[in-house]
């Protein structure tokens, strides 16, 4: 089946740590992007990209770093300098650059620092 | 890139009355996108308008986008339990970053 799979579903880490969440894809989307979620809030975007090797800062970039190494894969890594970094991140993907085509997101992943 | 204003942010209704969510801006959109968000879940994908006026339904869903391309209504018949949610506008984007409206959370009354 195709579809994007965001992994773990849930993440407990500690205060000062760095952590990895996982975004792959096989929708053969050439856009991703991460959005962090607060309970009862909107959507902020973080980070994006449009094309391989190449991505784009957010909205609320500060705190976070991405990768795209490879097409299917967009993992983000949340620093110890996020301030507030408990949240629901979710990842999505999308057909092309233009922004006439519709995201598809994961299953997200709650992210608890303690 | 483009900002839009989504009102109302909450909606409590009695089940079977009507539901309505508006999506506005200041400046001319490309489209518009729709999507909803069910409690613990992830944003799917609804619908996108693109032209002037263009009005599409979904069952008892309707979408309408306005003549200006400034602002953009769904509006829901007869709410179902199921329906509940938050509703979410997308506003196309010259910068190719797919960017949210607030959203409109709707809860129901059985």
């Known amino acids: 089946d195709g579809g994007i799979t965001q992994s773990p579903k849930y993440l407990f880490r500690k205060e000062g740590q760095n952590v990895t969440l996982s975004c792959e894809q096989n929708l053969n989307h050439d856009a991703m992007y991460w959005y962090r979620q607060d309970p009862g809030q909107g959507l902020r975007l973080i980070y994006y990209s449009q094309i391989v090797n190449d991505f784009q800062k957010g909205d609320i970039a500060e705190g976070y770093s991405v990768s795209r190494e490879k097409k299917e894969s967009f993992p983000l890594t949340v620093t110890s300098a996020q301030k507030n970094p408990t949240a629901f991140y979710l990842c999505a993907s999308a057909k092309d650059r233009s922004s006439s085509t519709e995201a598809f997101f994961g299953q997200g992943t709650r992210l608890t620092v303690v | 890139g483009q900002q839009v204003m989504q009102i109302p942010q909450y909606q409590h209704v009695q089940e079977g009355e009507d539901f309505t969510t508006y999506c506005n801006s200041s400046?001319?959109?490309?489209?518009i996108q729709w999507y909803k968000q069910r409690p613990g879940g992830h944003p799917v994908f609804l619908i996108q308008?693109?032209?002037?006026?263009e009005v599409k339904k979904q069952k008892r869903l309707t979408f309408q986008f306005g003549e200006a391309k400034k602002n953009s209504s769904l509006h829901i018949t007869a709410t179902q339990t199921t329906d509940v949610g938050t509703y979410f506008c997308a506003p196309g984007s010259s910068a190719s970053k797919i960017i949210f409206g607030s959203g409109t959370r709707l809860s129901i009354r059985p």
């Open positions: 400046t001319t959109l490309s489209n």
């Open positions: 308008l693109v032209k002037s006026g």
